[in-house]
């Protein structure tokens, strides 16, 4: 039987077999509340027998916006992360499509309240996640009552893992009621977004999505998905404040995101999205992203960092 984890994690600065990388148990608790992380995909390329990480260095800046908004100290340069995730990648030998995880987070609990005290430990592990594109996946989408937490109650715009719990409460809400994804509106009734994805329209010929300022994190399958849709699909792009009812009356709605990628939503709060089959510019997004991520299209190969998965580990 295959084992349920991969053999190495990333912790402290080093490869760490997977049984060896334990916390004491009385660290639970605030060492989470103030960590930040970041969730990134890696697509396996048979033909080339390469893993290629999507948009890796955009990730890794984003990791370091986040410390630097939570303050939590961070000693790795982005150059020594991907390096690190790339040893990892070879001792684990990901050969499929795999979800990269790093998790910065406060070391030290007597410290919590006094950021000049602030220290920080890195965890970075790999997991299988196969991707769905244009595999037909699709969703029922349910806007939430619980509201997006704004800029001024906690940054929606980095990834900080305490921003989960507010999604967490509209998923829970949304999955109880039979749907599959929760819709959530800020403070000021505007769509912002799904607890771990961004979303996006398409009416009048034109792609529309909530604007950075409508309480979404900064997202980097957002942003590929509005230059595909500028620069291969020739459509125009719109950044606003968005109605509710403006996803109603949509020809297609899907979210975009690193776990979502693109995913066609076929219904909104019971109403039919188009005719409840997944659009055309949907598909010919999700075509596209496909290409690049897997490697057979090359106008964007410059968002893909290479790792070849048999390489052999330099001794660590
Ligand atoms: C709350 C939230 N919004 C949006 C996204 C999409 O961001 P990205 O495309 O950078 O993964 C994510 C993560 O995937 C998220 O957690």
Request: with cysteine; hydrophobic share 40%.
């Amino acid at each position: 039987m295959a084992a349920e984890h991969p053999g190495y994690v990333w912790w402290k600065g080093e490869l760490v077999a997977w049984n060896e990388a334990t916390v004491h148990v009385t660290d639970l608790a605030w060492s989470a509340v103030g960590a930040v992380f970041e969730g990134i995909r890696g697509y396996w390329s048979a033909e080339r027998e390469e893993l290629l990480i999507f948009r890796l260095a955009e990730h890794l800046d984003r990791l370091q916006g986040s410390t630097r908004l939570v303050r939590l100290p961070m000693p790795y340069s982005t150059d020594e992360l991907a390096q690190s995730i790339s040893a990892l990648i070879r001792e684990n030998e990901c050969r499929e499509d795999t979800y990269i995880f790093p998790f910065v987070y406060g070391s030290s609990a007597a410290a919590r309240f006094d950021p000049r005290k602030l220290e920080s430990e890195t965890l970075i592990r790999t997991t299988p996640m196969a991707s769905h594109l244009g595999t037909g996946f699709s969703q029922h989408a349910k806007v939430s009552t619980w509201t997006r937490i704004s800029d001024s109650v906690m940054p929606p715009r980095i990834k900080n893992i305490s921003n989960y719990r507010n999604g967490q409460l509209a998923t829970h809400e949304v999955k109880l009621d039979g749907y599959d994804v929760a819709l959530m509106l800020n403070p000021q009734g505007k769509v912002s977004e799904a607890p771990g994805a961004c979303v996006a329209f398409v009416r009048g010929g034109k792609l529309i999505t909530p604007d950075v300022t409508s309480g979404i994190l900064e997202s980097i399958t957002r942003d590929a998905v509005i230059t595909l849709a500028r620069d291969v699909l020739g459509i125009e792009v719109v950044e606003r404040a968005v109605d509710r009812t403006e996803l109603y009356l949509a020809d297609e709605v899907f979210t975009c995101g690193t776990a979502a990628e693109i995913t066609p939503l076929i219904s909104v709060d019971k109403y039919p999205v188009g005719d409840g089959g997944i659009g055309p510019v949907t598909k010919a997004l999700e075509s596209a992203l496909l290409g690049i991520v897997r490697g057979t299209d090359d106008r964007y190969a410059h968002w893909l960092t290479p790792v070849d998965a048999t390489a052999s580990v330099a001794a660590h």
